[in-house]
């Protein structure tokens, strides 16, 4: 009997030339894997190609649920964009699958697992240091990064292979998408001087061609979790998919960056992410109301890290789990309701409330019924700005003496 591993299986070109490639150079046997996390597969047909290829078994796994609760959830706490931008979509799904892996790996008595991921990107360590992390005896087989095949050549050995092969309308770009967000690349997108062409895009519409009437929409948090719609609580994954339809109509989620890999590599990165864009916008401005001046100073810090380790890879890492301590001692009172405005492509905040809003309408207002006694900010003043009033007296009066 052979041995056996188990395969991160998408049904796409470098997966699918990674069954072939396994069973020739490691003469291992391989069962295939594929976790749903949103991504609109048709997951029938993945799992008979794979064994049309030569696996044999497979495994298709719902974990929708289990991605938005212990994932999307946690990244909404940290107000998780790397560099400003990119909301982590792929990021927060690789551990997720990693685990996946080692779960049927052992489940199989499997000797290894294996991945389609390149050299050049950051999957490869996200992939590789959580399975490590839950597994270290576990061989890694990475076949594209190992055999560094190009494209051409790799349907030339999909063609010599008799391995089936699938084009879609986007052939040119390369698409990875889940609930949190759908990444597009390669093609036209590789030259950073070049707007985004139309056919990019599939969630949203462009904001020239978006319904010409603005929308309003309500979202209540609890324990910083988004929870309803317009007063409707809805379930996780139906909530986060309402969502993506209703802001990407409104041309909502569209993000052009230039982002730093992990590896060193500057790259050009193109996403649609509607319900991240919204979600986190309206989670940001309720800790503004919620929180203190002095917590979401220091929270900024801990969101910063918090998001570095995701996005490199560090989901297995104690202090990711430190910091997730004081995250989540924060979002225990961040409950409340924020009031967004879509229309064609524009996202704004326009009203928040909270039972444990820090904003006191009698201490705020400039009316005459205001309780704050601006006499108070004499002895303040003077108090504050003390040590700049010091040091400025001393470096004239050294001038003067020079």
């Given at each position: 009997m052979r041995d056996k591993i188990v395969l991160a299986y998408s049904g796409g070109?470098?997966?699918s030339i990674s069954i072939k490639w396994i069973q020739e150079k490691y003469d291992f046997d391989v069962i295939t894997m594929t976790v749903d996390v949103g991504q609109?597969?048709?997951?029938?047909d993945i799992e008979e190609k794979s064994k049309i290829i030569g696996a044999i078994k497979h495994y298709s796994i719902d974990a929708k649920e289990e991605f938005v609760?212990?994932?999307?959830?946690?990244?909404?706490?940290?107000?998780?964009?790397?560099?400003?931008?990119?909301?982590?979509?792929a990021a927060l799904s690789r551990p997720l699958i990693a685990s996946k892996l080692v779960e049927i790996a052992k489940k199989e008595g499997a000797v290894g697992v294996a991945h389609g991921c390149t050299g050049k990107g950051n999957d490869q360590v996200r992939f590789d240091v959580t399975i490590k992390s839950l597994e270290p005896n576990l061989k890694i087989i990475a076949p594209i990064r190992e055999w560094d095949?190009?494209?051409d050549e790799e349907l030339k050995y999909a063609r010599e292979n008799k391995i089936p092969l699938v084009f879609e309308k986007n052939k040119i770009y390369s698409i990875d998408q889940n609930l949190w967000g759908r990444s597009i690349e390669s093609g036209p997108l590789e030259d950073?001087?070049?707007e985004p062409p139309e056919d990019a895009f599939e969630w949203t519409e462009s904001p020239e061609s978006a319904i010409d009437k603005p929308e309003y929409l309500t979202i209540?948090?609890?324990e910083g979790i988004p929870c309803a719609i317009n007063g409707e609580s809805l379930e996780a994954v139906t909530l986060i998919e309402n969502l993506n339809n209703v802001a990407g109509k409104h041309g909502i989620g569209r993000i052009d960056h230039m982002e730093d890999r992990l590896i060193g590599i500057k790259s050009r990165e193109v996403y649609e992410c509607p319900a991240a864009t919204v979600i986190l916008e309206a989670h940001k401005d309720l800790e503004k109301t919620v929180l203190t001046k002095h917590e979401l100073s220091f929270k900024k810090l801990v969101d910063d890290q918090w998001t570095f380790l995701v996005y490199s890879g560090l989901?297995?890492?104690p202090l990711k789990e430190a910091l997730e301590v004081f995250i989540n001692k924060t979002q225990e009172r961040l409950m409340g309701r924020v009031k967004v405005k879509l229309y064609k492509g524009s996202l704004r905040v326009v009203g928040r409330s909270s039972p444990m809003s820090l904003y006191n309408l009698k201490l705020a207002t400039y009316a005459s019924s205001t309780t704050f006694d601006q006499t108070w900010s004499l002895g303040f003043i003077e108090l504050w700005g003390l040590p700049t009033k010091a040091a400025n007296v001393l470096k004239r009066n050294r001038k003067k003496r020079d």
């Open positions: 070109l470098d997966t609109g597969s048709n997951f029938k609760k212990n994932y999307i959830f946690r990244a909404i706490k940290a107000n998780a964009l790397y560099e400003g931008k990119y909301p982590m979509s095949l190009s494209r950073p001087s070049n209540d948090f609890r989901w297995m890492e």
